[in-house]
């Protein structure tokens, strides 16, 4: 054997820059689904569902083009691990090399290595080309841009890929004359709730989907969520519909309410192709492109076009290149030594307050929340609960089906917790129960008031928000972006500032409780 190709599990396209000049004379591949990728944090069912499906079904793919593939499935073999699987096949055929594509895991990668190295064997790494920014080019732009700035700032990234691909660019400046509209991007959906909503397409099971949810209900019956509301695209063709879907029926109304959330309305306008993406059934070029073009057809406002645009272009590329930048040090930051474990209720949405109790629930029901229930209200309870940095990450990588490490770990500590100190942002995303009440109509049917802070009723966002700022309420200060929100701090009298931090401590004691 000539080369070992190795296809993870969210390469799943034959672009595949692995694949390129493949001989079936000489070269093999090899695909595998091993318990460790379910079990190494306590996995969703959905999530596990929509990874060995989508394999499958790629994995058909390669087969219907006669290309040699071993594909280990997971009920017909024992091998616990990737790595003991990749051990197994060096060992049978001892190829003059291993061809893989870059991993999205530093796990996987470091795991990789080590076998490579156990067995002398090449391993030849291929730069991915599904993102439209390499890591080599992103480590030369943040090295440039640090020369100046403390810290990393995305919108300045951004702006270079816009540039750089020449999207929503009229000659050297951007379309409209503004980089960005997030001015015109940040509705609630006021008192009459979400109007004329088209449910997502859904995709129902095929045989082999089915199989595999019949696999995941027997194997991984422990794990938590739901499986009967499973609609996920797990194949190409299902993901372009889902593009499509969105480009015409949700696009137009994505960019002002993008914020907003709604009780019992998981989706609004959002995407959903996020795990799609992820799994790489579709490539970001022609997701942007569609966005951009539905603009320039009049289909949709400048500002959902950019709004859109900027989450694919701007920060999902932006995080990718920070995750290899940081690796490994970012898996274990902790600014603020933060050592809460998870309240139980994290993996039964079962709390009175009714916030976390939609966007836990549905996660559970459906293994998505929109960015805005998972930054600023699980995040950010998270934060203010003072919840350990590496728990919290671990769920998010557990219950998203469109969560593999490369894009949760550094949205959860850096964006969410603030745990890696502002490296790529300026300031902790903290806030009090009346944010939520602005942009949701969560607080409705609540038992808790976001406008008290101390008291039974109190809400526990807003208690521990006050308790954060007066804790941190030196460094909050010499910091441009939160002095504002500190200097009410000020005015605090003594008693008060004891009452808010007595009532954050017994919340802090009794989180399993709220």
């Known amino acids: 054997m000539r080369h070992l190709i190795i296809i993870l599990g969210d390469q799943l396209t034959l672009d595949n820059p692995a694949l390129e000049g493949f001989d079936p004379a000489q070269d ?11 079990t190494h944090v306590w ?10 499906s989508a394999m499958r079904h790629f994995a058909a793919q390669l087969q ?3 290309l040699p593939l071993t594909y280990f499935k997971l009920n017909e073999h024992a091998y616990p691990d990737l790595s003991s699987v990749w051990q197994a096949m060096l060992e049978q055929h001892r190829p003059s090399a291993i061809r893989v594509c870059e991993p999205g895991d530093w796990r996987v990668w470091q795991a990789l290595q080590a076998v490579a190295d156990q067995y002398s064997t090449p391993l030849v790494v291929l730069e991915d080309t599904h993102f439209m920014c390499s890591r080599a080019q992103f480590q030369r732009w943040a090295a440039k841009y640090g020369e ?13 890929m816009r540039k750089k691909h020449h999207i929503l660019m009229e000659g050297d400046a951007p379309a409209g004359g503004d980089w960005n509209y997030d001015h015109d991007n940040r509705q609630s959906l006021g008192k009459q709730g979400p109007q004329d909503l088209l449910p997502p397409p859904v995709f129902s099971p095929d045989a082999v989907t089915q199989e595999v949810m019949a696999l995941v209900q027997e194997r991984f019956a422990q794990h938590p969520g739901a499986l009967d509301m499973f609609a996920w695209p ?4 299902q993901a372009l519909h889902l593009l499509q879907h969105f480009i015409a029926e949700k696009l137009p109304l994505f960019g002002p309410y993008q ?3 709604w009780q019992d309305q998981p989706y609004l306008w959002h995407s959903l192709l996020a795990s799609a993406m992820n799994l790489k059934l579709l490539n970001p070029r022609e997701v942007i492109v569609a966005a951009e073009q539905a603009y320039l057809d009049g289909h949709v406002p400048l500002g959902c076009a950019e709004g859109f645009i900027r989450q694919i ?7 990718r290149g920070v995750y290899w930048l940081e690796m490994p040090a970012l898996k274990s930051a902790n600014y603020f030594q933060h050592q809460q474990d998870l309240p139980g209720w994290f993996w039964t949405g079962d709390t009175h307050m009714q916030c976390l109790s939609q966007c836990i629930g549905q996660t559970l029901r459906t293994g998505y929340a929109h960015h805005i229930q998972r930054l600023m209200v699980i995040g950010l309870f998270s934060t203010l609960a003072q919840l350990s940095p590496q728990q919290v990450s671990d769920w998010f990588l557990a219950v998203y089906v469109d969560a593999v490490e ?15 100190g502002g490296r790529f942002t300026s300031k902790p995303y903290v806030a009090s129960g009346a944010y939520i009440q602005r942009m949701s109509n969560y607080c409705k049917s609540c038992r808790y008031d976001p406008k008290q802070k101390t008291g039974e009723n109190a809400c526990p966002f807003t208690t521990l928000y006050w308790a954060f700022l007066i804790k941190h309420e030196a460094s909050l200060a010499s910091n441009q972006r939160t002095r504002l929100m500190v200097k009410h701090v000020a005015n605090l009298s003594v008693a008060e500032r004891s009452a808010i931090n007595d009532m954050a401590t017994l919340r802090l004691q009794h989180l399993d409780q709220l």
């Open 234 to 237: 797990v194949t190409r063709d």
């Open 43 to 52: 996995t969703h069912r959905q999530r596990i569902t929509l990874f060995l």
């Open 64 to 66: 219907a083009q006669h």
């Open 313 to 319: 272009l701007g920060w999902r590329e932006f995080v």
């Open 28 to 38: 093999h591949i090899v695909m595998a689904e091993v318990e460790e990728e379910s």
């Open 259 to 261: 914020d907003a959330m």
């Open 148 to 160: 100046k700035n403390s810290s990393l700032r995305m919108e300045f990234f951004y702006r270079g």
């Open 406 to 420: 490369w894009v949760e770990l550094p949205n959860v500590m850096g964006m969410a917790l603030y745990a890696n």
